[in-house]
Each structure stands twice: as C-alpha cells, then as structure tokens.
C-alpha cells in the first residue's frame, strides 16, 4: 500500500529565509508525486507534480522539489519565503490502479515571521 | 470555467439528520472524488467514479453513499449523521488521462452535533 509521511507538522521561517519541506512516499513502483498548497479556509492548488524525466520540478510561485528514488523522498523548496506563502502544504502520492486516487501526506504548517 | 464547485460551504447538523453535499465541475473531466479532511490529518478518499453511473468505494466509505447520473455532478449522500462524521469535505475532479491533475474544490465545512 502506498503511503506519504511529512516529518515536520509546522515549520515557522522569517520572510526572506530559504524552506525545505520534508516528504518521504511508500510505493512499490515508481511513483506519481504532488504538492499542494491550502490556504486557510480554502481548496487545495497543486504546485507541482512529478511523473518521470528531470528529478528537478519547477512548480508555481516559486517553489521546485526534487526526486531522489534512493531516499523516497521528494522534498519541497523555495529559496527566499514570502508572506504570502504562509499556508498548510500536502505531499502527496498518485496511485496507478483504476481510481488513480491520491494519498496524502498530514501536511506541514508553514508560518512566515516578517 | 468555474472549475469545481460545492454547496453548501458550511452547514451544522444534528445527530441522526441526513444531507446532501453537492459537488459540480464543469471541465467534462470523467474522474470525480470524494474526499474527507480530519483537524492534523491528509485527506482521506470516501467514493470515487471513472464515469457517469460507475462509482466505488474508497479508503472510508462507511456512512456514506454516491450517486453519478451525469458526468458534471456527483453529490455525496449523508444518511444519518454522526459526530464522527464531522469534518471538511473535499471534491475534486480530473480528466483521465495517464499524467493529469486532480483539480480541488473549496470544501465543506460539516459539524455534526
């Protein structure tokens, strides 16, 4: 069975600072992998997604992650952390069985310090 | 395009009452979901559908049940409400091809009292 474990519940960075977001998956193929992002009372946006090809994943408003089989990782980065990136973040990993539903991670609580 | 859309946003519910969350996506994607999100936790899957009038089971179905008549609209039914059944509920939807994306409404907010 697949599975998504995010290490950090909350993660606190002053505005400006670099992030790294931690995600290791479970799978037994090689995985379809997925951020996405919820701002508080709102759905979720997809940020990036990686399916094959290039380990590096550029995704919106700044942020990229990188693949890395050997560790079943594929953690989440941004260089200079804005404001407006305060929210809560979901790794999560796609199945390949007929529903192709995902499974997702508890999530990271990110809160940006001006 | 609205993309996917839910009603109600929020709704308080006494133990024992029924209800319908309607969800709707007008981007005439096959793949519809239903998801539930507990405080401190990912999203968990309750019903899924491949198409109109095919729906299955997911990871917490149990209190729940689906319909998929058309291909824009798949509500999820409520038949007696718990507490345990408090949460918010997500839908999403995605075309089904081999590497698209599940697009998310904004949720349902759901107390049950």
């Known amino acids: 069975a697949q599975s998504v474990t995010q290490p950090d519940i909350h993660i606190t960075v002053s505005e400006g600072a670099s992030l790294e977001l931690r995600c290791n998956y479970s799978?037994?193929?090689?995985?379809?992998l997925f951020w996405y992002v919820q701002s508080p009372g709102q759905g979720l946006q997809l940020l990036l997604k990686y399916f094959s090809g290039d380990t590096l994943v550029q995704g919106i408003k700044g942020f990229e992650a990188e693949f890395k089989r050997s560790q079943s990782s594929f953690n989440l980065r941004k260089p200079s952390v804005h404001w407006s990136d305060a929210a809560e973040y979901f790794c999560a990993v796609g199945g390949t069985g007929s529903a192709r539903q995902l499974t997702f991670g508890s999530g990271t609580q990110l809160t940006v310090l001006p | 395009n609205a993309g996917v859309t839910q009603t109600p946003k929020f709704r308080i519910l006494k133990i024992g009452q029924s209800m319908t969350l309607q969800c709707t996506q007008d981007m005439n994607h096959n793949y519809m979901y239903w998801y539930r999100q507990d405080p401190g936790m990912g999203l968990k899957l309750i019903y899924y559908?491949?198409?109109?009038?095919?729906?299955d089971k997911g990871e917490v179905p149990n209190g729940y049940n689906v319909s998929r008549s058309t291909t824009e609209d798949f509500p999820l039914r409520l038949e007696l409400a718990a507490p345990s059944q408090t949460s918010v509920y997500f839908c999403?939807?995605?075309?089904?091809?081999?590497?698209?994306?599940?697009?998310f409404g904004p949720g349902t907010r759901l107390t049950v009292l």
């Open positions: 799978y037994g193929a090689t995985p379809y």
């Open positions: 559908s491949v198409g109109a009038g095919i729906t």
């Open positions: 999403a939807s995605r075309l089904g091809t081999t590497r698209d994306t599940q697009y």
